[in-house]
DNA sequence: CGGCATTTATTTTTT
DNA sequence: ATAAATGCCG
C-alpha cells in the first residue's frame, strides 16, 4: 500500500460500522438496486471490461455505480479516476449521479468530461511540445473553413471545383484516423492528389496562430504521449482506472489515446453497444469495440441484457430488425415486462398526410382516447432520419398549436450573432486573434471591404504580424480611403479601449452621471458591463436592432442571454475558453411540448410514445448512405432504426408515405425495406384515415374527388402488385395490411382516375387519355394537358 | 461598398 | 422549396 492508499483507507474506515470493519466487509448499499450483470460490471475492478449494454439495460447506472463502487473500495481516490464521455451533457448526468450517490462526501472527479474536455486539460499543461503556447485557442469549424479558404486562394484554387468543404472534411477524417499530414497513406490522398500538402500548410497556419482546431486536440495529445516517454508515464501512473461510455463511438485517434493511457493499469471499462453505432460517418469504428478482446488481453465480457424500458413487442421488434445486420457481438435483449401494444405501422398518401394523422395521434392520446390514460406531451417524441423532415411536422403543428420543441438544430454558440459576439470578445481578451478580427472587421458594416481587408491582409502576412497590428499600420501610415481608414481607426481605438477595461486599469464607467456622483471614486466595470459595451460601443446591438427582418429580434435576445451566461464566470477569458469546448442550450420551459428530433439526436433518450415516420427506402435506409458505403451503409442505417424503435417504452409507431416533396420535386417511393424486417407478430398494422369513411379526419375540397375515385383499395392495381411482392419474396404478410399498397414500378398505361405527379404541377387525377397526352385535374388547382412522360404514376391507392 | 438578382446545393452532428 | 453563396450593377 502506498501512503495515500493507507490515508484513504484510514478516512474510509471511520465511516464504517466497527462490526463491518472488524470483518473486512465495506458497506455497499448502492449495489442493492442492481441486477446480477450489472453488479459483476460493478465487481470486475481488476483489468480490461468490455460491459456490453444493449439499449436501456442501465449502462448509466451501472458505470456510475462503478465510479463509486472504486472509490468505496479505495481502489482509487476520484481524480485517479479516468472517466470519458463523447458529449458534455453525458459527462454532467454522470457527474450528478455520482455525485448524488456518494453525497457530499467527495468533491466533483476532476478526470470526469468529454474527450475534447480532457485533452485540452492536458495539452494546456504540454501545448510546448507541439510548439504551441498554453494559452492556445479553440478553433470552430467556421474559423477552420476560412483558414482552408484562405490557403486555398494563395494557391489560386478554384473553390467551384476544389470546394473548401470538400478539403476540411478530408483533413477531419485524417485527424479521426490519427494520420498526420506526413503520413497519408500512398493512394488515399485526394482532393487532386494535394489534400496532404494543403493538410500540412494547414496544420503549419495553425501552429503560428497558437491555435489547434477540435481534431489536434486529440491528435496532438496522442502525439505527445507517443514521443514523452515521461509524460505519458506519469498519466498512466496516475489514472489507476479509466472508464469509457459510449465505447462504439471513439475513432482511430481516441482509441489510440485510451490504449496509450491504459498501457500500464489495464484497468479499462468501456461501455458501450455495437448496435447503436450510428457515428461510422464522423469516423467512429466500430471496429474498437468488435476487436476490444484482441485488443485488450483477458479482458472480461460481461453482457447487460435485461432490458428495463421496453415492452416485449418492442423489443422483439427492434430485435428483429437488427438481426439483419453482421459483425455482431450479439445480444438478446429481453424484458421482465408483460403484454403492452404492438409495433404500429401505417401508409400515407404524402408527407403531409403523415404529419396531419400524426398531429391528431398525439392530441388523441394527449387526451386519452382509446381507453388509455392520457399521456402528456413530454412524454410522445417524433424521431425523424433527416433534419429537412422535421419542417412538415413544424407547419402542421403550428396550424393546429401543437407545442413541439425542436431538439438539435443549430446550437445557440453556433448562430451567426452569437459568434460575431464571441469574435469581438476574442479580439479584445487576445488581440492577435486574427481569425477572429476578420470576422468583426467589417461587422457590423462600417465601410472596410474586400479591397480594404485585401490591404490589411498584405501589410500584416508581409510583416508577419496580426491582422490587428497590420491595421494600426494602416492608419498610422494614412492607408486605404479616408472613409475607410476612419472607421477602421475608431474600431482599434474601441479595442484598444476595451481591451484596458478589460486589463482593469482603473476605468470607469462611461456614463456621464455616474462620474459625477463618484468622481474617481466610479466603481470599476465588470466583465459582465464590459460585454455589454463592447457589443453595444460596437455598434453590433445597433445593427441588430435596426434590422428589420423578423429573426432580429430574436437574435437581440440570444446577445442578451449570452451576456447573461457570461455572469457565470470570472472573466471573459473563463468564458471564451469553456465556450469553445461546451455547446449547451438547454433552454427548457415548463410548457408541455412534444419533442421532433433527429435519430441521432436521439441516442440515449426515451420516451413512453414514439413517432417514427419517413420509413421510405432512399429516405430511411438513406440513398446517400448506401451509395457511399455500401453494405456497411445500410447497417448503420438499420442500426438507426434499432436505435429508433428502442427508444419507445410503451407505444411506438412506424409511419411512410408514398409520395414525398423532395427538394421541391414530388417523388414516390416504396416503404422502407426495414418494415419489411418487422416481425409482424409483434406489428399491428392500422387503417388509414379515411378508409371507411373515417370520421376525424380533416378534408378539404380538393381532397374530395380525389378520394371517391379512389373507393375501392382492393381492387387498385397497386394493392394487387403490393400482395404479388410480399408473398413472393416470402415476407412477412402483415395482418391487416390494408395500408401498405405501393410500388415504385410505372405502369406503362394510364388509365381514368388514376393518380399521377407532375414535377411542376403536384399531384393530380387523370380525366382523359388522347395519345400520349393525359388530361390531369391537379389538386393544387388547375386541369392540364400533358405529355404522359412528364408524369410519374402515384402508385400508392390509400383509399 | 452595399443591395438585389441569380445560381447552386441539399444526411446524420459533437467537440 | 429554400437557404446560402456568388455575381452584377448603382
Redesign the pocket.
Known amino acids: 500500500m502506498t501512503n495515500w492508499e493507507e490515508d484513504q483507507a484510514m478516512e474510509m474506515a471511520s465511516n464504517v460500522p466497527l462490526s463491518q470493519r472488524a470483518m473486512g466487509v465495506r458497506a455497499t448499499p448502492y449495489m442493492d438496486g442492481l441486477n446480477a450483470s450489472q453488479r459483476a460490471a460493478v465487481e470486475v475492478m481488476d483489468g480490461p471490461v468490455l460491459m456490453l449494454a444493449g439499449a436501456g439495460t442501465g449502462k448509466t447506472k451501472a458505470l456510475t455505480t462503478r465510479i463509486v463502487h472504486l472509490m468505496n473500495m479505495n481502489r482509487a481516490r476520484p481524480n485517479e479516476i479516468l472517466a470519458v464521455t ?4 453525458a459527462a454532467r448526468e454522470m457527474k450528478l449521479r455520482v455525485g448524488s450517490m456518494l453525497g457530499e462526501m467527495v468533491e466533483g472527479m476532476p478526470w470526469l468530461g ?1 474527450f ?2 480532457l485533452c485540452v486539460k492536458i495539452l494546456r499543461r504540454h501545448a510546448e511540445l507541439v510548439g504551441l503556447k498554453s494559452n492556445f485557442t479553440i478553433l470552430d ?1 467556421d474559423d477552420q473553413l476560412r483558414l482552408l479558404k484562405q490557403l486555398l486562394r494563395a494557391e489560386n484554387i478554384d ?1 467551384k471545383r476544389w470546394p473548401p468543404r470538400l478539403l476540411l472534411g478530408l483533413i477531419d477524417t485524417w485527424k479521426n484516423r490519427a494520420w498526420t499530414p506526413d503520413r497519408i497513406p500512398a493512394g488515399e490522398d485526394s482532393f487532386n492528389g494535394r489534400g496532404s500538402e494543403f493538410y500540412a500548410q494547414y496544420q503549419n497556419r495553425l501552429k503560428t496562430l497558437n491555435a489547434a482546431d ?1 481534431g489536434d486536440l486529440l491528435l496532438h495529445v496522442v502525439n505527445i504521449f507517443q514521443t514523452n516517454e515521461d509524460v505519458l508515464d506519469k498519466y498512466q501512473r496516475w489514472f489507476k482506472y479509466i472508464l469509457v461510455d459510449e465505447y462504439q463511438d471513439t475513432n482511430v485517434a481516441q482509441y489510440m489515446w485510451l490504449r496509450l493511457l491504459a498501457a500500464k493499469h489495464h484497468n479499462i471499462c468501456c461501455v458501450g453497444d455495437d448496435d447503436q453505432s450510428i457515428y461510422g ?2 469516423g467512429a469504428e466500430v471496429g474498437n469495440i468488435l476487436r476490444f478482446e484482441r485488443d485488450f488481453e483477458g479482458a472480461k465480457v460481461i453482457r447487460l441484457e435485461q432490458n428495463y424500458r421496453s415492452t416485449p413487442h418492442i423489443l422483439a421488434a427492434a430485435s428483429g430488425v437488427i438481426a439483419g445486420n453482421k459483425d455482431r457481438l450479439g445480444k438478446t435483449l429481453w424484458t421482465a415486462r408483460k403484454d403492452g401494444e404492438k409495433v404500429r405501422l401505417i401508409g400515407h398518401w404524402d408527407g403531409e398526410e403523415e404529419a396531419r394523422w400524426i398531429g391528431e395521434e398525439i392530441e388523441s392520446y394527449q387526451r386519452g382516447t382509446r381507453g388509455l390514460d392520457p399521456i402528456c406531451l413530454e412524454s410522445m417524441a417524433i424521431l425523424v432520419r ?3 423532415q422535421m419542417r412538415a411536422f413544424e407547419d402542421r403543428f403550428l396550424t393546429i398549436g401543437l407545442p413541439y420543441r425542436v431538439i ?1 438544430g443549430p ?1 445557440f454558440y453556433e448562430r451567426l450573432e452569437i459568434r460575431d459576439a464571441m469574435a469581438y470578445f476574442r479580439v479584445v481578451v487576445s488581440p492577435d486573434d486574427s481569425l477572429a478580427f476578420e470576422r468583426i472587421i ?1 461587422t457590423p ?8 481587408q485585401q490591404t490589411i491582409n498584405a501589410i500584416a502576412r508581409k510583416n508577419g504580424i496580426s491582422l490587428l497590428d497590420g491595421a494600426r499600420i494602416i492608419v498610422a501610415e494614412g492607408g486605404l480611403s479616408t472613409k ?1 481608414r476612419n472607421s477602421l481607426s475608431t474600431l482599434i481605438l474601441g479595442i484598444d479601449r476595451w481591451a484596458s477595461m478589460l486589463n482593469g486599469l482603473n476605468v470607469f464607467r462611461d456614463d456621464a452621471d455616474i462620474l459625477e456622483e463618484f468622481g474617481d471614486a466610479a466603481p470599476i466595470i465588470n466583465h459582465v458591463e464590459i460585454a455589454q459595451i463592447i457589443l453595444e460601443e460596437s455598434g453590433y446591438t445597433d445593427h441588430w436592432q435596426n434590422d428589420k427582418t423578423p429573426e432580429a429580434p430574436g437574435r437581440l435576445e440570444n446577445l442578451k442571454e449570452l451576456v447573461k451566461a457570461l455572469e457565470g464566470f470570472e472573466n471573459i477569458q473563463g468564458f471564451l475558453e469553456h465556450i469553445s ?1 461546451i ?1 449547451e442550450n438547454d433552454t427548457d420551459d415548463a410548457t408541455q411540448k412534444v419533442s421532433i428530433m ?1 435519430l ?2 436521439a441516442k440515449g433518450l426515451e420516451f413512453p410514445n414514439v413517432f417514427l415516420p419517413g420509413w421510405e427506402d432512399g429516405l430511411f435506409p ?1 440513398q ?2 448506401m451509395d ?1 458505403s455500401g453494405q456497411n451503409g445500410l447497417e448503420e442505417e438499420r442500426r438507426l432504426a434499432y436505435v429508433g424503435i428502442t427508444r419507445a417504452e410503451a407505444i411506438c409507431t412506424v409511419s411512410f408515405a408514398a409520395n414525398r ?1 423532395v ?2 420535386q414530388w417523388q414516390s417511393s416504396m416503404p422502407s425495406r426495414f418494415i419489411d424486417e418487422l416481425p409482424h407478430e409483434n406489428v399491428d398494422v392500422l387503417t388509414p384515415p379515411g378508409l371507411y369513411g373515417g370520421g376525424t379526419f380533416a378534408s378539404t375540397e380538393s381532397d374530395l374527388p380525389a378520394r371517391a375515385a379512389k373507393a375501392d383499395a382492393y381492387n387498385s392495381p397497386g394493392w394487387k402488385r403490393m400482395q404479388a411482392r410480399t408473398s413472393q419474396r416470402g415476407l412477412h404478410q402483415p395482418n391487416n395490411p390494408k395500408g401498405i399498397i405501393i410500388d415504385a414500378k410505372v405502369m406503362q398505361n394510364y388509365s381514368i382516375t388514376d393518380r399521377v405527379i407532375h414535377g411542376k404541377f403536384g399531384i393530380g387525377t387523370v380525366i382523359g387519355i388522347e395519345g400520349d397526352k393525359l388530361s390531369i385535374v391537379f389538386d393544387a388547382g388547375g386541369a392540364k394537358k400533358v405529355v404522359a412522360s412528364f408524369v410519374t404514376r402515384a402508385d400508392y391507392v390509400p383509399f
Open positions: 463523447f458529449t458534455n451533457k468529454t475534447h474536455s469549424t473553390e477540435f460517418w464522423r433527416a433534419s429537412h438539435g446550437r467589417n458594416k462600417r465601410g472596410i471591404g474586400d479591397k480594404a475607410a469546448l455547446m433527429t441521432h439526436g438513406s446517400r448512405s457511399e416533396r427538394y421541391g
